[in-house]
T-cell receptor, first 114, second 115 residues
Framework: DAGITQSPRHKVTETGTPVTLRCHQT?????MYWYRQDPGHGLRLIHY???????DKGEVSDGYSVSRSKTEDFLLTLESATSSQTSVYFC?????????????FGDGTRLSIL | AQKVTQAQTEISVVEKEDVTLDCVYE???????LFWYKQPPSGELVFLIR??????QNEISGRYSWNFQKSTSSFNFTITASQVVDSAVYFC????????????FGAGTRLTVKP
């Protein structure tokens, strides 16, 4: 299994509060991704990183920000959480951006915004 | 942008039956990669297979087989002699050329295998 750890694994919080999810990898992979999984939508890309301090937006980036100060850590922040951001969040890593490289996923974080 | 459609939302079979999960994709690129992932009830996502657009050979891995047909833009997944442990949500995904940063997933098919 790829060395990917997501924390926390579960979180319940209230609307309007800030939330930060952490993804930690031990594979020294350059590329890291944050997805959200919702029924009927599969997985959708929120943001990704192609190196330390290098990030870009994905398909559903509104309301989210990310940071990557070290190769091994990729943080996802909800500045002011809304109920529509209740979801399961997955971090993924990839060795390169070549399309033939599969992404490997963490175990997910279940986030509930009340 | 590329698109992946998994029209089967849920499938239920009895153990030992064969089952095929459908995946239809759309892309304007001539070079692309298709993937299948499995998400068991425990929730993690497990990579199963990758196929590139230039290789239309079918692939078999134990009870699993994949049928890639460019003519119909399909990449279907068949489980032979299904087992209860095959119960999971299965996702098909597509990446175009040098853009693994924009992998698109289908909505997933939930497979339930009953004993």
């Amino acid at each position: 299994d790829a060395g990917i750890t997501q924390s926390p694994r579960h979180k319940v919080t209230e609307t309007g509060t800030p939330v930060t999810l952490r993804c930690h990898q031990t594979e020294n992979h350059r590329y890291m991704y944050w997805y959200r999984q919702d029924p009927g939508h599969g997985l959708r890309l929120i943001h990704y990183s192609y190196g330390v301090k290098d990030t870009d937006k994905g398909e559903v980036s509104d309301g989210y920000s990310v940071s990557r100060s070290k190769t091994e850590d990729f943080l996802l922040t909800l500045e002011s959480a809304t109920s529509s951001q209740t979801s399961v969040y997955f971090c993924a890593i990839s060795e390169s951006s070549n399309s033939n490289q599969p992404q490997h996923f963490g175990d997910g974080t279940r986030l509930s915004i009340l | 942008a590329q698109k992946v459609t998994q029209a089967q939302t849920e499938i239920s079979v009895v153990e030992k039956e064969d089952v095929t999960l459908d995946c239809v994709y759309e892309t304007r690129d001539t070079t692309y990669y298709l993937f299948w992932y499995k998400q068991p009830p425990s929730g993690e996502l497990v990579f199963l297979i990758r196929r590139n657009s230039f290789d239309e050979q079918n692939e078999i891995s134990g009870r699993y087989s994949w049928n890639f047909q460019k003519s119909t833009s399909s990449f279907n997944f068949t489980i032979t002699a299904s087992q209860v442990v095959d119960s999971a949500v299965y996702f098909c995904a597509l990446s175009e050329r040098w853009n693994n940063n924009d992998m698109r997933f289908g909505a997933g098919t939930r497979l339930t295998v009953k004993p």
